[in-house]
């Protein structure tokens, strides 16, 4: 076990007091000098340290990493980095709208906006420029939007109809096999299957239920958001 000489370590390499790294996780100055010299954290503790150091806990018990390069220490940082925005850790700006009462409304994006929407996604200008509707049967613990369909590449949705999605803060709940709208820097607005392959690539794999059209994937820093599919409307 190296946790101990570990966050020493970590922390003077960050250029951080016993006082500032207390700070920055919640826990006090004597509990971060009880860590370094002897005294073994809680779970509760490991996990914020982690996440402060940007370390997993795995190697911050398992790892001496005062023997290891500054090169891979800089991977392992990278890896975590990309491990908190998969699952929604990392900020996410979530742009809604609101009626006069303070009742979150349900955007529509129609197919000529989808162009807009991958610089606007997180605007509050674009956002509340969209048209927008209340569904009182909707459940109120989740945030929905409304997405028109593009082309032949998911039967029996036909081209126009829209799909009413959920939002997905943690997308290692991805479930394989489901369908979901997942809007990317490459391939702007898509709606497809999608098999979770973080632990894998760190990436989805996007299906379409039409044949002619092939997999392709996409890394987690192409993706921006990603809605879960609840149900269709025809076209109107």
Request: hydrophobic share 35%; glycine share 6%.
């Amino acid at each position: 076990m190296y946790i101990h000489q570990n966050l020493k370590f970590l922390r003077l390499r960050k250029g951080l007091t016993q006082a500032e790294l207390a700070l920055k996780t919640g826990l006090s100055r004597s509990q971060i000098a009880g860590y370094e010299a002897q005294i073994k954290p809680t779970l509760e503790a490991l996990v914020l340290l982690s996440e402060a150091m940007g370390i997993s806990t795995d190697a911050l018990l398992k790892l001496d990493m005062a023997s290891l390069q500054e090169l891979k220490i800089r991977e392992m940082e990278q890896a975590e980095s990309q491990k908190a925005h998969i699952q929604g850790k990392n900020l996410r700006i979530l742009a809604t709208s609101t009626d006069a009462s303070g009742k979150e409304l349900t955007e529509w994006v129609p197919a000529k906006a989808k162009a807009g929407y991958l610089n606007g996604y997180a605007d509050p200008d674009y956002i509340g420029e969209l048209p927008k509707t209340n569904f009182p049967f909707l459940s109120k613990n989740k945030k929905y939007r409304v997405f028109q369909l593009e082309g032949d590449s998911m039967p029996p949705h036909t081209p126009n109809s829209y799909v009413v999605c959920s939002y997905m803060e943690d997308w290692t709940q991805v479930k394989s096999g489901n369908k979901y709208i997942v809007l990317t820097s490459t391939e702007g607005i898509v709606f497809k299957l999608a098999y979770n392959q973080w632990e894998e690539s760190q990436s989805l794999l996007l299906c379409s239920t039409n044949p002619q059209y092939a997999p392709f994937r996409v890394v987690g820093e192409e993706i921006r958001e990603i809605w879960k599919y609840e149900w269709s409307i025809g076209e109107l």
